[in-house]
């Protein structure tokens, strides 16, 4: 099997940029656009607005019409648009709609998943509008308990059968369309992505999402066989002729291509931009010339297509890169043009009343229409775009390939030498050896820089929006004060449910990026994250894992794990087994002290561990449910945790080689004046710079970087690879004065007492779980119990970021 990548054509021509010239602002004579994950963006082409996250776009036999299903957060919907004129030329709102998604040969139906309704939607196709007829229920007796979510779609070509499969039961469906019920069900190995059938409709070819395989399903006997190919499997092509399959797997960022004849793999393509085994391309869209000559692989997260010439079959040669939107999750193709989706569009953006659905069924039952505008929430901002490209001359795409790299801030030597500062206490690769031998790392939940520390007059914050200023968390403050303030970081994700994967893997996968909002959106699904469900897990593990290989030692205070229960095997005998894990009703001062009598017990064996991860997120709040703990009290409870822990640590024998990172898991869109994904972030320590002001530019993952080069651990994706390590934040003289701890200004114990539509809001919150409240309404709630019930809360803020100079990459330090 032969392996071929695109990295040779890596030009030298590459711009990493100082993380102090990183600001936000309007974009730059660059013309690119500054995400605020540190990736850049500057697509090509003409473009068309589309809903929030389009997943799938289907052409119709003809060519003639295209259809997209929109299955972000907020507004669901499908689209029609005219492909040759570059149009829309019809829309229908719908309650839940989901991946699946194809027209039938005559083109007169369009066949859509339903999502968690468990059934598919048959729309008739008439003068190019749609109109809802009948909806195909898979399962009507399954649902609500048990959850099937069709995902692909396949009809043969006399319209009579309908394949689907499903990513809940992790099932195929096979469907009679003249009747409207399901003939059989088949069960899979794992959930399941999508479908294709062969032009001679003997066989059905399924993308096992969470099994690494494709199913391959005889049509006339029923039997199943399988291909195995890389990690998560999810887009499925055929050439007209049947004869090779194309199978993008997003985690192992490769297209695998299989002979057809005899189901081998006869190659696989690596779409990276640099020889990595680093997840963080994910590839997941699959398109070919008409000519079938070119090969179009849409790499969501390097926010780019890789092209390749696949003319002569097992001998695939690398042709470049095509900038595109943020997080293409598909491409077809239209004779000369390249048609992609952006899942997330052009940019960060502003946070006007972006609106939620409201569940609102037609005559057919499905879902229609109507909407809340109103409402607004941070998982419905990213509005998609469909890129329109001229399939670009030899010339033009080497001019392509070299924006695509200017865009990246990932390169292969980051991977093995990170930026940095001769003498820092920080190590710019694994070999050299660090001061710091213990890393303490407290993962707290949702807040914005702005809500915290936006009354501290040397940063740049917002008073207006602050609502925890320094009454309410005296500790913070004095971190923020006497070690460094950091005022210009970013987290990675938007929610808890890609929070904690990118809190403690640097990543998350496709399955997560493209279910969390179905589920954050009242749809259906289940969290997923934090040991849930193993199809959100990263290919090669979260940090314990890497930690395991290396030899070094590690422990979860309650990330992951609850009372010393875990789903995940490389935490069993590395947890605390009192320390609970998600639960607003239990104090931080009461996990400060568990850890702490932990801690001294380890202390006096010599056996503290070199990384020890700690959960305290009573910052998240219960609102102002009539009896819990007011919002201003759990605040000050989770300031005081911190403080406590931190006093005891500073006052240890370890302190000297201890550091101490404390960052948000999500922003969870509460307000800030520069974007919602501004956050918080404290580093404590020795070798911590005292009474400093960082503006640099951070983010989640570059803060694990920072954590992973003191540790001797390699990067675990693209993203901490080609993050900025947090140099400017340490010294390598250190000062051994310990942080005492700040008494509370505030009743940390005062309850909820008032009645009022805030508080009977409140009660109806479920608080067992993280963010199973819309955190709009949370954050709503939590502003009116400061400012008052009849204040307005200004909407979240999302910007673009740009780039005012080019530096030199940091690697030829």
């Known amino acids: 099997m032969k392996i071929k990548s695109l990295f040779g054509l890596a030009v030298t021509l590459i711009t990493a940029l100082n993380a102090q010239a990183q600001l936000p602002g309007k974009v730059g004579q660059t013309g690119q656009v500054l995400l605020p994950n540190g990736w850049k963006l500057s697509p090509v082409g003409t473009s068309l607005p589309l809903g929030d996250l389009p997943l799938n776009i289907q052409l119709s036999p003809s060519g003639k019409m295209l259809a997209v299903t929109n299955n972000g957060q907020s507004t669901q919907s499908i689209q029609l648009i005219d492909p040759v004129n570059e149009k829309l030329i019809d829309e229908k709102v719908i309650g839940k709609l989901w991946y699946g998604l194809t027209f039938s040969r005559d083109e007169k139906h369009l066949y859509a998943s339903g999502g968690h309704d468990n059934w598919i939607i048959d729309f008739d196709i008439r003068n190019k509008k749609l109109i809802p007829a009948d909806t195909i229920k898979l399962a009507p007796a399954a649902y609500p308990k048990n959850k099937v979510c069709a995902t692909g779609i396949a009809v043969n070509k006399a319209n009579t059968l309908l394949y689907t499969v499903t990513k809940e039961d992790n099932s195929l469906y096979i469907v009679d369309l003249v009747t409207r019920q399901v003939k059989s069900t088949i069960k899979l190995k794992a959930e399941a992505y999508s479908c294709l059938l062969s032009p001679d409709e003997k066989t059905l070819y399924i993308s096992v999402w969470n099994g690494g395989e494709v199913a391959c399903y005889n049509t006339a006997t029923g039997a199943i066989t399988s291909i195995p190919v890389g990690s998560h499997p999810n ?10 399959l194309f199978v993008a797997n997003a985690n192992d960022n490769s297209v695998s291509i299989i002979n057809t004849a005899n189901n081998k793999i006869t190659e696989v393509v690596s779409t990276s931009l640099f020889p990595t085994h680093l997840t963080g391309s994910t590839t997941n869209g699959l398109a070919l010339s008409s000519d079938e000559k070119t090969l179009y692989i ?17 001998s695939s040669q690398s042709r470049g890169f095509i900038p595109v939107g943020w997080y293409p999750t598909n491409v077809k193709t239209l004779g000369n043009k390249i048609l992609v989706s952006n899942g997330k569009g052009f940019t960060s953006m502003a946070n006007p009343r972006g609106p939620m659905p409201i569940k609102k069924a037609d005559n057919s039952g499905v879902h229609m229409g109507a909407t809340n505008t109103k409402e607004q929430y941070i998982g419905g901002l990213f509005k998609g775009t469909l890129s329109f490209i001229n399939a670009p001359t030899p010339t033009q795409l080497k001019v392509f390939t070299k924006q695509v790299y200017a865009n990246t ?9 990170a930026p940095g500062i001769a003498g820092n206490p920080i190590p710019r690769s694994r070999a050299d050896k660090s001061p710091i031998k213990h890393v303490f790392y407290i993962i707290k939940e949702n807040r914005t820089y702005d809500q915290v520390l936006g009354d501290i007059t040397k940063g740049n914050g917002d008073t207006s929006l602050c609502l925890f200023g320094y009454k309410v968390t005296p500790n913070l403050h004095a971190m923020a004060n006497e070690f460094v303030l950091a005022d210009n970081f970013y987290v990675d994700a938007e929610v808890s449910a890609d929070g904690h994967n990118w809190s403690t893997a640097a990543y998350a996968t496709d399955y997560i990026e493209k279910t ?19 199809a959100v897990d990263p290919r090669d593990g979260y940090i314990w894992d890497y930690c395991k290989r290396a030899g070094v030692t590690y422990r979860s205070y309650g990330e992951f794990a609850a009372y010393g229960k875990t789903t995940i095997k490389a935490l069993h005998g590395h947890l605390c087994v009192k320390m609970p894990g998600f639960n607003l009703n239990i104090t931080d001062r009461f996990r400060e002290n568990v850890w702490e009598h932990d801690f001294d017990s380890l202390l006096n064996i010599n056996q503290v561990p070199q990384l020890n991860i700690v959960r305290m997120g009573n910052d998240h709040t219960s609102g102002q449910r009539k009896g819990a703990v007011s919002v201003i009290g759990a605040v000050a409870d989770n300031d005081q945790g911190v403080g406590m822990l931190l006093e005891h640590l500073s006052h240890s024998p370890i302190w000297k080689e201890s550091v101490v990172f404390i960052l948000e898991d999500d922003a969870q869109n509460g307000s800030d004046h520069i974007d919602a994904h501004r956050s918080p972030i404290y580093v404590v320590g020795p070798y911590v710079k005292r009474n400093t002001v960082a503006h640099g530019m951070y983010s989640t993952s570059g803060a694990l970087r920072t954590m992973e080069l003191i540790l001797g651990l390699p990067p675990m994706s693209q993203y901490d690879a080609a993050a900025m390590p947090m140099y400017d934040c340490f010294t390598a003289t250190p000062d051994f004065k310990p942080f005492d701890l700040k008494p509370a200004l505030v009743d940390v114990n005062r309850r909820n007492i008032a009645v009022n539509k805030s508080s009977k809001l409140s009660d109806t919150f479920n608080l067992a779980n993280e963010d199973k409240v819309p955190d709009l309404l949370l954050n709503e709630v939590i502003w009116k119990a400061i400012k008052g019930e009849n204040s307005v809360m200004p909407a979240p803020r999302r910007s673009a970021f740009v780039v005012l100079e080019q530096k030199k990459d940091d690697d030829d330090d």
């Open 235 to 244: 887009e499925l092509l055929l050439n007209k002729k049947g004869t090779r």
């Open 298 to 314: 849409a790499n969501a997260d390097n926010n780019c297509l890789a092209v390749f010439d696949v003319s002569k079959q097992g």
């Open 409 to 417: 801030p990932f390169t292969d030597r980051k991977e093995k030498m």
């Open 516 to 534: 969390w909002p179905t589920s954050y959106g009242g749809r259906g699904g289940d969290y997923g994250s934090e040991g849930v469900r193993t």
